[in-house]
């Protein structure tokens, strides 16, 4: 018998999974017109933002000089076991919705919701951000007019609040979410072209820096770094002088200010997954997302390794300007008008990555409205297949935050919901992998087809029902997955989650007292890193799903391991004022949840009629035969696809 209690149905309703048909797969009011070189060159543009004008300067000049080009590849690894997740999830399930699918097909309602409400605000601040950041360029290629106009007239003194309102930015995501609203066809094109634009200007840089760059600015000496450091502090004598530009060569500040480099540079290449969310606008997604995920990936790879390795070839690293160091590279070098051409990338970098950041947001609204969990005005879908609600809505509040709020406080935000969902899509991949059948397919029922399985599944489920969770099945598993074994991964990766929290808050704030040889902070490291390999080797030794899809992620569960354990350090560097304004956002989110979306959730309206059924019934009820019990389930999950015509533009 199945208690029936109110906590009970409660919980059903946090952990309730939603059902994804192979039918509803192709249904789609969204218009499928994307191509391949679409979703790459949408990839490219959102990841390769003006960034890597920016970021490749600050961090060779303050954690890695020269070998800076190896942390972007250790960065772009990192990057790339989240991206391979991404795009297996995405092969699987090719829907709109991103993360928050692949969170609400595996795991539950209620991680999908965080995961969604976190990717929602993580879209809004990098479109506000973005937005001021365009509106600032722009404004120094015309003498800071517009900003000292605005300083002038409509100062706001206001903790909290920017400087002077945005107008620029406000009119630059207006215009953006009305070209998004016109169609997803025409939107691809413009990106395409700023795309280009940005890849060709990137190019002139490399191919200037290697013409103009000198390689011994790879091979300073540490003795000229000394000079250099005692002319600049005007010591009297060189002698017992440190410098504070490293100790020179390739890796100045050792291979712990590459690694320091590496943990900056991994931000850079956030921004693939909004290709992820074009699962019902695509031609042929299984194949086309993963394509799309790993060529943009390595694309971004090639240029900011490019980049960075022009950039401190043409000008010793520690020279380089924190805020503008290609123009002051140029200048060095005597090619000074070639900082013009650099502004004009950067503008473009910044207008691919704004559209990049205001893409995905509309459609993460669409999806979670379609399934009730927001408002349901945000699924409307306008004559041209855009989601045009969600669209305006996105644009309206991405402009009132870019009007208004001061976002430098508030952009640490973006990466809790970042690595949040990153890490999410990780685990939910290992929980996936080993399951015995994915709960996001469920054949069509076929009587003929029942008939003639019928006996054989019977058997399977007997054999399966006599055997029992023990250290040896543990260990020595049966080649096929089982429901056992499912709970048991699924376990262990909880576990795995929570052991590489606390290996990360030990590795960043008990730091001090590892260095120092401290016996307990020594124990409790060797204890937590003996678990997370003892963890991750048991979830090997399970069966995987014998299912084939177009993509699947190698080196399971090694890579989707070590991409959560790198995604949740990260998140604990982040500073205690980031979580408590990200714990208020949770609040706002959760009181939405609670007082709409759990009641108004797709999935729980006939799972809330079956379960008052089964109450009122009452204690008589005899426990049902396995088979008919997962018959019933196919026939229930079958009922509730709202089947959708798609149509191609």
């Not at 290629?141 to 100062?155: A, C, E, P, S, W």
């Not at 376990?491 to 401290?518: D, K, P, Q, R």
């Not at 079956?610 to 009922?639: F, L, M, R, W, Y």
């Amino acid at each position: 018998m199945i208690p029936c209690g109110p906590v009970l149905s409660f919980v059903r309703c946090l952990l309730r999974r939603k059902i994804v048909t192979v039918e509803s797969l192709e249904d789609s009011k969204l218009c499928r017109c994307l191509s391949t070189v679409d979703l790459i060159a949408l990839g490219v543009g959102s990841t390769l933002g003006a960034g890597v004008y920016v970021l490749a300067g600050e961090v060779a000049k303050a954690d890695s000089g020269p070998s800076i080009v190896i942390s972007f590849l250790i960065a772009a690894l990192a990057s790339v076991m989240a991206g391979l997740c991404y795009a297996e999830f995405g092969a699987r399930v090719p829907k709109t919705g991103s993360a928050y699918l692949y969170t609400y097909v595996t795991v539950g309602e209620l991680w999908a919701f965080i995961t969604g409400w976190n990717l929602i605000l993580s879209y809004v601040i990098g479109t506000s951000s973005v937005a001021r950041a365009w509106s600032g360029t722009f404004d120094e290629l015309l003498g800071k007019q517009i900003g000292q106009f605005f300083r002038t007239y409509f100062r706001m003194d206001f903790s909290g609040l920017a400087e002077y309102p945005d107008f620029f930015a406000v009119c630059l995501i207006l215009l953006l979410a009305g070209l998004l609203s016109f169609g997803v066809k025409e939107s691809a094109w413009v990106n395409k072209i700023f795309t280009v634009v940005n890849i060709l200007v990137l190019l002139f840089v490399m191919i200037s820096g290697f013409v103009k760059g000198d390689a011994n600015n790879w091979k300073i000496s540490e003795e000229s770094l000394i000079n250099l450091t005692a002319q600049t502090g005007n010591y009297s004598s060189y002698k017992n002088v440190t410098s504070i530009f490293g100790a020179g060569g390739f890796m100045p500040y050792g291979f712990t200010g590459t690694l320091a480099g590496a943990a900056t540079c991994f931000y850079a290449f956030v921004g693939f997954d909004c290709i992820a969310t074009t699962g019902e606008e695509v031609r042929n997604p299984q194949k086309a997302i993963p394509i799309g995920i790993v060529t943009s990936l390595l694309v971004c790879f090639m240029a900011y390794f490019g980049v960075s390795a022009a950039l401190t070839l043409m000008m010793p690293y520690y020279l380089l300007d924190e805020k503008s160091p290609l123009p002051v590279a140029f200048e060095y070098v005597g090619w000074g008008p070639a900082k013009y051409v650099v502004a004009v990338g950067s503008l473009c970098a910044l207008s691919t990555s704004l559209l990049g950041s205001m893409f995905p947001l509309p459609r993460i609204l669409f999806a979670m409205a379609r399934d009730g969990l927001l408002f349901r005005f945000l699924a409307k879908v306008s004559k041209r297949q855009t989601p045009v609600a969600a669209t305006l809505t996105a644009g309206v509040i991405s402009a009132i935050m870019a009007f208004l709020f001061d976002l430098k406080a508030l952009v640490d935000m973006m990466s809790i919901g970042t690595l949040l969902a990153y890490s999410l899509v990780a685990a939910c991949l290992l929980i996936l992998r080993y399951q015995p059948n994915l709960t996001y397919e469920q054949p069509k029922y076929s009587p003929e087809k029942e008939a003639l399985t019928g006996s054989e599944r019977k058997s399977q489920i007997s054999m399966l029902q006599g055997h029992r969770f023990s250290l040896q099945t543990l260990m020595n598993p049966s080649s096929l997955p089982t429901e056992q074994s499912a709970t048991t991964v699924s376990f262990l990766v909880g576990l795995l989650a929570f052991l590489v929290c606390g290996l990360s808050v030990l590795t960043t704030y008990g730091i001090h007292f590892i260095a120092n040889m401290e016996p307990w902070s020594i124990g409790l490291l060797v204890m937590l890193v003996v678990l997370f390999i003892v963890v991750v080797l048991t979830i090997w030794r399970q069966p995987q799903s014998q299912q084939k899809v177009a993509f699947m992620v190698p080196f399971l569960p090694f890579l989707p391991s070590f991409s959560i354990l790198v995604n949740i350090y990260l998140m604990v560097q982040l500073s205690g004022e980031t979580w408590i304004r990200f714990s208020f956002w949770m609040v706002f989110g959760f009181f939405i949840y609670f007082a709409y979306g759990i009641r108004h959730s797709l999935e729980g309206h006939p799972r809330d009629e079956e379960d008052e059924d089964t109450c009122s019934e009452n204690s008589g009820i005899q426990e049902k035969n396995p088979v008919e019990e997962a018959d019933e389930h196919a026939n229930e999950n079958a009922q509730f696809i709202t089947h959708e015509r798609t149509s191609e533009c």
